[in-house]
C-alpha cells in the first residue's frame, strides 16, 4: 500500500497530463468570424498492474488561436482505500503558429497529507511569476532550474496539444517527431516522442486511427541525478503515448498512455470521450 500510494502523490502533484508527455499546438491564426471551436471532454481510468487507483476528467476548448483546458482527478477503485487526495489543474493561453504561447497554469492536490500548489503566469516566452508549495529544501547535488530553464516551455497541461500542421489532421509517423520542453514549477524536463506504429481505437467516443509513440523522459533541471527514481525514469524504455486528433487542424491529443514503474504498468485509458467540433465524424 505504501507503495501505491507513492504513486498516487505524484500523480496528484503533477496531475494527469504530465503522463501524456505532449506538446505544442499548431493552429492557423484565422478571423473570429470564422473562428472554429472544438471541445474535448473525458473521463480516464488510471491503474496500476491491472488495478485502477484514480480518475481523471479532461475538458479542452479551442477557438481560433486561443486555448483553454482543465483536468480533475481523484482516487478511484483500490486508492480509495490508501488515498483521499485530489488533485486538479487550469490552464489557458494562445496559438502562434507551430507554438503555445502559455499565458497562466494552476495547479492544486492534496495527497499524503501534503497540500501541493502551482501558479505560473507567462508572457513573452517565458515564466514572467510563480508562486510553488512546498519549495525544494536546499540540496547541494540538485540541478538548479535558472531563468535560462524557463524561457520557451510548456506547463504539463498545456502540453497535451501537439502540432501536426503538415497532416491536415489525418495521423500519421510525423505527430511523433518533437521533444517538449516541460516545466512544472519545480522541474524542467523534456519529454521525447518517437514514432512506433499506427492503430484503430473503437468504442470508447472515438473511432479511426491513432498515432502510437514511444516516450522518454529527459530531466534537465530541479532532479536530484542520484536519486534512484530519477535514475529509473530517465533509463525508462517503457513508455508510450496513443494519440489522437481533433478538430480539423491537426490537433492531437493523448488518448492512452503506459508507462513502466517499479510498482507495474501504469495506464491511463479513457472510460468515455466526447468530441464536438471539426471532427464530429470521429464521436459517437
Known amino acids: 500500500m505504501t507503495r501505491l500510494s507513492t504513486v ?17 499546438l499548431a493552429l492557423a491564426e ?5 473562428a472554429e471551436t472544438t471541445k474535448l471532454g473525458g473521463v480516464y481510468d488510471i491503474s496500476v498492474s491491472g488495478l485502477k487507483i484514480a480518475r481523471g476528467s479532461l475538458s479542452l476548448v479551442v477557438q481560433s488561436n486561443a486555448y483553454s483546458a482543465k483536468v480533475v482527478m481523484e482516487p478511484a477503485g483500490i486508492g480509495t482505500l490508501f488515498s483521499t487526495g485530489k488533485g ?8 502562434n503558429g507551430k507554438h503555445v504561447r502559455p499565458a497562466r497554469y494552476k495547479m492544486a492536490s492534496r495527497a499524503a497529507d501534503r ?7 507567462q508572457g513573452s516566452g517565458r515564466v514572467r511569476s510563480m508562486r510553488v508549495t512546498p519549495k525544494f529544501k536546499p540540496n547541494a547535488e540538485r540541478i538548479k532550474v535558472t531563468d535560462r530553464h524557463k524561457r520557451n516551455v510548456v506547463d504539463p497541461l498545456s502540453a497535451i496539444l501537439m502540432p501536426a500542421a503538415a497532416t491536415r489532421g489525418a495521423p500519421d509517423a510525423s505527430v511523433c517527431k518533437r521533444r517538449i520542453p516541460v516545466f512544472d514549477g519545480w522541474t524542467r524536463f523534456d519529454i521525447q516522442l518517437e514514432y512506433k506504429e ?32 530519477v535514475k529509473y525514469m530517465k533509463e525508462n524504455r517503457r513508455m508510450e503515448a496513443w494519440l489522437a486528433p481533433i478538430g480539423s487542424k491537426g490537433v492531437f491529443v493523448p488518448y492512452r498512455v503506459e508507462m513502466a514503474t ?12 466526447r468530441f464536438t467540433g471539426g471532427r464530429d465524424q470521429a464521436a459517437r
Open 8 to 24: 498516487f502523490t505524484r500523480l496528484a502533484r503533477t496531475s494527469l497530463p504530465v503522463l501524456a508527455g505532449a506538446s505544442a
Open 30 to 34: 484565422a478571423p473570429v468570424a470564422q
Open 88 to 95: 486538479g489543474a487550469e490552464a489557458s493561453g494562445w496559438l
Open 115 to 121: 497540500d501541493f500548489f502551482v501558479d505560473l503566469a
Open 198 to 229: 499506427m492503430r484503430e481505437v473503437s468504442g470508447k467516443g472515438y473511432d479511426g486511427q491513432v498515432v502510437v509513440c514511444s516516450a522518454r523522459w529527459i530531466p534537465v533541471a530541479g532532479h536530484r541525478p542520484s536519486r534512484a527514481s
Open 262 to 273: 517499479k510498482n507495474g504498468t501504469l495506464v491511463v485509458q479513457p472510460r468515455k470521450l
